[in-house]
């Protein structure tokens, strides 16, 4: 019942910005850490950004100065500012989220589980 929606991704020029959103929903006790991934064509899947549940946040090398990563729980959405975007910035982002959902059967919290999206795609021009 629990998923989540990237969106948001897009062509840009590099120097430009973009702001990608992930949207949660389902049968959701809590969110417990997020973060961002990328996967760029011939390359592993590799953690951009993340941000736990007070608040703290990391970031790659890569990005560091350059992406924000931010979450609004009241509307259970995370979200990644991307500055300054370079070529090699080119990727399917994905979001990740660990969740405390609602049991269906009994109707009390279970443990938290590790849930992804389906990914957008950021291509950066020169």
């Known amino acids: 019942q629990v998923q989540l929606v990237e969106s948001g991704g897009g062509l840009v020029q590099a120097g430009g910005s973009l702001r990608l959103s992930c949207a949660v929903s389902?049968?959701?006790?809590?969110?417990?850490?997020m973060g961002w991934y990328r996967q760029a064509p011939g390359k592993q899947r590799e953690l951009v950004a993340h941000i736990n549940s007070g608040g703290t946040t990391t970031s790659a090398d890569s990005v560091k100065g350059r992406f924000t990563i931010s979450r609004d729980n009241a509307k259970n959405t995370l979200y990644l500012e991307m500055n300054s975007l370079k070529r090699k910035d080119t990727a399917v982002y994905y979001c990740?989220?660990?969740?405390?959902?609602?049991?269906?059967?009994?109707?009390?919290?279970?443990?938290?589980?590790?849930?992804w999206g389906q990914g957008t795609q950021v291509t950066v021009s020169s």
């Open positions: 389902g049968s959701i006790f809590s969110i417990n850490a």
């Open positions: 990740n989220a660990d969740i405390i959902e609602w049991s269906t059967s009994n109707w009390v919290p279970v443990p938290a589980r590790n849930y």
